[in-house]
């Protein structure tokens, strides 16, 4: 994978190059950033740039040994770590990251490296359990980087969603990245880098790989899609900048649909006090799928920036289109400096527990009333 492979980044792949053209290359680096915005394969191309024995222009080659080896993810120096689990049906048997590798080469050729967490677990069929970074897989890390090199200057591991590792993984890495060994590069993926332990981030520099801009994701969308120009741009703006949700957007028009319906009702029950309601609504919300439930909040979340936007006199700013400028332009007023950031934690909050499994029939009834009280808070 080269950095020309890359949609939009272009400052943050300058910056990459930079450092390694001047022999300025971090022992462990923290690529912080949603999986849509491309922190996957922007390491992987970063580490194909280390590795390429003929770098030219910026870029890898992308014709040497380092480099059609990188491009089937099998160069023996370049190591991946990701969360998994064990398959339904397969009990008893050690989750290591390199069982996987087959569906994780898979996966990152069929999507250029621009997928999400729950992608991964449906190529590896374990929808209904979480991933995660054991202690035996913090072993293997140390028993593969113990040995020398096998055909290039660095040894490098790519940690993918490394918020994943358990706390004695994590603190088993912690105590290499305080004493590397020389030519040793970890490059850690997070989307959500505060629940990484402070003591693993504050040895790690940060590379943050913002969402993707508005002309390069319309382009891609327009060129490698085949979308009318008028979509793709609209769908870049919807998705600020992440790529999964563009795709996410076109792919699901009508359930989008659906969840803006759940967002009205919500609001309009809620300026009503009407409890019962909201609590039907609860019902119907719990009775939802987990990846819908968190798009819903998602969306809300949106939803009520713009909304707060449109308050505040920043419409140029705003990205609504259709039923939902319609609807936010009279709901606006009733999203104010004293309740917004209420909202948003709110809907933070609900986002956590839905991820941790919580019971959605406990979580819902909860949040529905407590936007009912904040929406009135005027």
């Known amino acids: 994978m080269q950095f020309k492979d890359i949609i939009g980044q272009r400052p943050t792949i300058e910056r990459l190059v930079r450092g390694i053209d001047t022999g300025r290359v971090s022992h462990a680096q923290l690529f912080s950033g949603q999986e849509g915005y491309g922190p996957l394969p922007l390491a992987i191309a970063y580490a194909q740039y280390i590795h390429c024995t003929n770098r030219r222009e910026g870029d890898s080659c992308g014709e040497c040994p380092s480099c059609r080896q990188i491009a089937q993810l ?36 069929d999507t250029g490296g621009y997928f999400d967490e729950q992608s991964w677990y449906s190529a590896i069929e374990i929808d209904n359990k979480q991933g995660n970074i054991s202690t035996q897989e913090a072993d293997e890390i140390i028993r593969k980087l113990s040995f020398k090199s096998f055909e290039s200057e660095y040894k490098i591991v790519v940690v993918w969603l490394a918020e994943r590792m358990n706390t004695q993984a994590a603190n088993k890495l912690l105590k290499i990245l305080e004493e590397p060994w020389d030519k040793t590069l970890f490059l850690l993926l997070s989307a959500s880098p505060e629940q990484l332990l402070p003591t693993i981030v504050s040895r790690t520099q940060c590379v943050t790989v913002p969402s993707i801009d508005e002309t390069s994701l319309t382009r891609y969308l327009t060129a490698r899609k085949g979308m009318p120009e008028a979509d793709a741009f609209r769908a870049a703006r919807l998705s600020r900048g992440d790529l999964l ?26 300026y009503e006090d009407r409890h019962l309601e909201l609590l039907e609504w609860a019902e119907t ?92 808070r005027l």
């Open 74 to 109: 099998a160069h023996p120096d370049l190591h991946f770590v990701f969360p998994v689990n064990t398959p339904k049906g397969r009990s008893g048997e050690k989750p290591l990251s390199d069982r996987f590798l087959p569906q994780w080469r898979k996966i990152v050729t």
């Open 245 to 270: 949700e563009a795709l996410r957007y076109l792919r699901h028009a009508s359930e989008n649909d659906e969840l803006f319906d759940l967002f009205v009702k919500l609001m309009r029950l809620s």
């Open 285 to 376: 919300v719990a009775s939802m799928g987990r990846e819908e439930q968190k798009r819903l909040i998602e969306n809300s979340v949106r939803l009520l920036r713009d909304s707060y936007m449109l308050t505040a006199g920043m419409e140029p700013i705003c990205y609504l289109f259709g039923r939902e400028e319609q609807f936010c332009k009279k709901f606006a007023p009733y999203v104010n400096n004293r309740n917004i950031e209420p909202l948003v934690a709110e809907m933070e909050r609900t986002m956590r527990q839905i991820a941790q499994n919580g019971n959605p029939r406990i979580v819902f009834p909860h949040f529905a009333l407590t936007v009912s009280k904040l929406i009135n």
